[in-house]
């Protein structure tokens, strides 16, 4: 699996916008950038995800860098609702022909969202 | 439209025991997995399964571990006499389909294991 690396902590305040960024320097050109966020105590959620265009959704933004090699999630005004565990995820659709549809969690970056 | 139900959300079981965990998927989702988080770790994966198949078992432990997903009913995870390393919460995500556009998982809350 494609590797990524994503910062450990972040720290914005509460109604700023929070731009999170994930390094993949070794992505493929058929895997697709995903996000997914883990609450406190509750199970991981989707966010967004995307292949090479920005994407938007109700949750946030998904900038993708045009070489495909960084993204970054936008949440364009934190709440404290949004205080989570952010994961960057590579998924690719041969390993899903070949049957492997699993999500590769690595240790995500920590947000903390101040009052 | 109910999410992914996993129960217990809480399991205490004492070393040597049997633990089962239940995961009924969403509607009308046919694809069902099971992830893993041991205390201040990340989520790893564990086991694929379709109805009546298991399709990637590649993050299931060799001995003690068992997961099935039967025609009719929940999926189970199965633990025989469990260990305190056993402790952790166990998350199940479902999918609808395995389209070539990988999808995203919806996860249920987990349920919670304590081994005593």
């Known amino acids: 699996d494609a590797k990524t690396t994503q910062p450990n902590s972040m720290e914005s305040n509460e109604e700023e916008p929070v731009h999170l960024p994930c390094n993949h320097s070794?992505?493929?050109?058929?895997?697709?950038i995903h996000w997914y966020r883990q609450l406190p105590s509750q199970g991981p959620e989707y966010v967004i995800h995307?292949?090479?265009s920005n994407v938007n959704n109700r949750m946030a933004s998904l900038a993708i860098a045009e070489d495909r090699k960084s993204s970054t999630l936008i949440l364009h005004r934190a709440t404290l609702r949004d205080a989570a565990v952010y994961y960057c995820?590579?998924?690719?659709?041969?390993?899903?022909?070949?049957?492997?549809?699993?999500?590769?969690f690595g240790q995500g970056t920590r947000l903390t969202i101040n009052p | 439209n109910a999410g992914v139900m996993q129960n217990p959300r809480h399991l205490v079981r004492r070393r040597g025991q049997e633990a089962r965990l239940r995961c009924s998927p969403m509607?009308?989702?046919?694809?069902v997995y099971w992830y893993r988080q041991l205390p201040e770790e990340g989520l790893k994966f564990m086991v694929y399964?379709?109805?009546?198949?298991?399709?990637?078992e590649s993050g299931m432990p060799k001995e003690r571990f068992s997961a099935e997903f039967p025609k009719e009913g929940p999926s189970i995870l199965r633990i025989q006499q469990v260990v305190r390393g056993d402790s952790a919460a166990y998350f199940c995500?479902?999918?609808?389909?395995?389209?070539?556009?990988?999808?995203?998982?919806?996860f249920g809350p987990g349920t919670r294991l304590t081994v005593t």
């Open positions: 399964l379709q109805k009546e198949n298991i399709i990637d």
């Open positions: 509607k009308g989702h046919s694809h």
């Open positions: 995500a479902s999918s609808p389909n395995s389209g070539l556009v990988p999808g995203e998982q919806y």
């Open positions: 995307g292949l090479t």
């Open positions: 070794t992505i493929s050109g058929t895997d697709y």
């Open positions: 995820i590579l998924r690719n659709p041969l390993q899903v022909i070949q049957g492997a549809q699993k999500l590769v």
